[in-house]
């Protein structure tokens, strides 16, 4: 059933609206997703590719840094490639498993120094209430870092915590600094089901996917395996269940010629006895899979751009 226009335009304001959030996440989650995405069907975005993804992996721990090998490895068995979201402070701890990401050719894009409500770097202190400034330096500092140490320029970033800690006041800071793309917000808190778009200052935004069981919710592995949220713990039966529903998500992407944006946490794949299969599921030749940065070099369909 597509969800139409008026009503995914209404759906995108009620992100605090808890109520509405609990009735159609109990009620009809699937069909909600399903329904966005509905909206690209006939579209023929891709040339003779069915759908575009994108898997990410937020590097907020030394846990993750240290399983970043071994899923590197993995991704290069499979020949996909990746986009990395870089804490400066782990990228200058852990320099020999940061260095495998450019090695291996996938994307390093910032995610802060010090990724701040961070439990170990600094708790509390949410990256949406920090000043400007602040903001600023966090990007800079973490964008000096990976210059100077691995020679990138990165030109992305995610926002810590993003969910509800999201704001538009980042696009400024993101033009100050010379970069062309942010992938910090999600499905049903935009109108442009699931595809890039052209946000304020001309930054490009990747909303990433939410999940089918929780429309309203990143689909992540965090929320997936490691939340304690009654409402997450009751839908989610455990790594199998990760994987049915990232299945599911790749099936509606083929069928409606959607772009799916999938982020994982490093630290979480060894959980996942099927991360195989997934990478098995992205190397469908009917699938375009690309890094953010490759997605723009490609010319690939931006909401909303000049000319489009």
Same mark, same amino acid.
């Given at each position: 059933m597509?969800?139409?226009?008026? @009503?995914?335009?209404?759906?995108?304001?009620?992100? #605090?609206?808890?109520?509405l959030i609990a009735l159609l996440t109990f009620g009809m989650p699937k069909m909600l997703v399903r329904g966005i995405y509905e909206g690209n069907s006939g579209k023929s975005l891709w040339g003779d590719k069915k759908a575009c993804v994108t898997l990410s992996f937020d590097c907020d721990f030394p846990e993750d840094a240290e399983d970043m090998p071994s899923v590197i490895r993995m991704l290069e068995r499979y020949k996909v490639k990746a986009s990395f979201a870089a804490v400066g402070h782990w990228v200058e701890k852990y320099p020999n498993e940061y260095a495998m990401v450019k090695e291996y050719g996938h994307e390093l894009m910032n995610h802060t120094y010090s990724h701040p409500d961070n439990e170990i770097l600094n708790p509390g202190r949410k990256f949406r209430y920090i000043s400007a400034a602040e903001k600023l330096e966090e990007i800079e500092r973490c964008h000096e870092v990976c210059r100077r140490m691995f020679g990138v320029e990165m030109t992305g970033l995610r926002i810590p915590h993003f969910k509800h800690l999201f704001s538009d006041d980042i696009y400024p800071l993101l033009k100050q600094t010379g970069y062309v793309y942010s992938s910090s917000t999600w499905l049903t808190n935009t109108t442009s089901r699931g595809l890039p778009f052209m946000g304020p200052e001309n930054i490009v935004e990747f909303p990433l996917a939410t999940c089918p069981l929780h429309p309203f919710t990143v689909f992540d592995t965090w #929320?997936?395996?490691?939340a304690t949220r009654l409402s997450h713990r009751i839908m989610h039966r455990g790594p199998e269940a990760y994987l049915e529903l990232f299945e599911e998500l790749i099936a509606i992407g083929k069928r409606t010629g959607s772009y799916i944006n999938i982020y994982m946490d490093p630290l979480d794949v060894k959980k996942i006895p099927?991360?195989?299969?997934? @990478?098995? @599921?992205?190397s469908d030749p009917e699938l375009i899979v690309t890094t953010y940065e490759d997605y723009l070099a490609g010319g690939l369909p931006i909401v909303g751009a000049r000319g489009a």
């Amino acid at each position: 059933m597509l969800v139409s226009d008026g @009503l995914y335009k209404w759906i995108s304001t009620q992100n #605090h609206n808890l109520p509405l959030i609990a009735l159609l996440t109990f009620g009809m989650p699937k069909m909600l997703v399903r329904g966005i995405y509905e909206g690209n069907s006939g579209k023929s975005l891709w040339g003779d590719k069915k759908a575009c993804v994108t898997l990410s992996f937020d590097c907020d721990f030394p846990e993750d840094a240290e399983d970043m090998p071994s899923v590197i490895r993995m991704l290069e068995r499979y020949k996909v490639k990746a986009s990395f979201a870089a804490v400066g402070h782990w990228v200058e701890k852990y320099p020999n498993e940061y260095a495998m990401v450019k090695e291996y050719g996938h994307e390093l894009m910032n995610h802060t120094y010090s990724h701040p409500d961070n439990e170990i770097l600094n708790p509390g202190r949410k990256f949406r209430y920090i000043s400007a400034a602040e903001k600023l330096e966090e990007i800079e500092r973490c964008h000096e870092v990976c210059r100077r140490m691995f020679g990138v320029e990165m030109t992305g970033l995610r926002i810590p915590h993003f969910k509800h800690l999201f704001s538009d006041d980042i696009y400024p800071l993101l033009k100050q600094t010379g970069y062309v793309y942010s992938s910090s917000t999600w499905l049903t808190n935009t109108t442009s089901r699931g595809l890039p778009f052209m946000g304020p200052e001309n930054i490009v935004e990747f909303p990433l996917a939410t999940c089918p069981l929780h429309p309203f919710t990143v689909f992540d592995t965090w #929320h997936s395996l490691n939340a304690t949220r009654l409402s997450h713990r009751i839908m989610h039966r455990g790594p199998e269940a990760y994987l049915e529903l990232f299945e599911e998500l790749i099936a509606i992407g083929k069928r409606t010629g959607s772009y799916i944006n999938i982020y994982m946490d490093p630290l979480d794949v060894k959980k996942i006895p099927g991360f195989e299969r997934m @990478l098995e @599921l992205l190397s469908d030749p009917e699938l375009i899979v690309t890094t953010y940065e490759d997605y723009l070099a490609g010319g690939l369909p931006i909401v909303g751009a000049r000319g489009a």
